[in-house]
C-alpha cells in the first residue's frame, strides 16, 4: 500500500515521469555523468519539495521517477534544473564539451508524465458509479 503524502489541507499522491534528452541526442551519458546528474536534481529538488524515486540513463537521456507537492511549479523546478546541470556538467567533463560545444546539454522540450496509482479506465468507471447505491435504494 502507497503512503498519502499530506499538508496542512490536502492529502494527496502525485507522481511524475520525466524524460529528458540530451541536445542533439548527443551520446554523452556514462555512468559518472548520470551520477553527478542525479546529484544536481536531489539538490535542487528539496528547494521544490520533489523526492526523487528512481533515476536510470541511456546514452543520450535520462529517465527520472519522483514524487511532487501540489504547489509545486514543475516547469520552473525543471528549468531551474536543466539549467544547473547543464553548466555544471559541460564545467566537470571535457567529454561533454567536446560533444555539445555550444551552450546547451539539454534538448529544450521534455516529457512529462503523470504516474502512479490506479490505471484511468478503473478511476473513469469508479467515477461513474458513483451515486449509483442511492439511486438504487429509490
Not at 38 to 52: D, G, P, Q, S, V
Request: glycine residues 2%.
Amino acid at each position: 500500500m502507497l503512503k498519502l503524502d499530506t499538508n496542512s489541507h490536502s492529502v494527496f499522491m502525485l507522481w511524475y515521469h520525466l524524460i529528458l534528452v540530451t541536445k542533439y541526442r548527443r551520446e554523452v551519458f556514462t555512468d559518472d555523468i548520470s551520477n553527478r546528474a542525479k546529484e544536481i536534481f536531489e539538490n535542487i529538488a528539496t528547494n521544490y519539495h520533489i523526492t526523487l524515486i528512481e533515476w536510470n540513463h541511456d546514452s543520450d537521456h535520462v529517465h527520472v521517477l519522483f514524487r511532487s507537492h501540489p504547489k509545486t511549479e514543475l516547469s520552473k523546478f525543471i528549468n531551474a534544473y536543466k539549467s544547473a546541470s547543464s553548466r555544471l556538467i559541460k564545467q566537470e567533463f571535457e567529454s561533454v564539451r567536446n560533444k555539445l560545444w555550444q551552450s546547451y546539454f539539454w534538448s529544450q522540450s521534455f516529457c512529462l508524465l503523470t504516474s502512479g496509482g490506479a490505471p484511468i479506465e478503473v478511476i473513469k468507471q469508479y467515477i461513474e458509479s458513483q451515486g449509483e447505491k442511492d439511486e438504487q435504494s429509490l
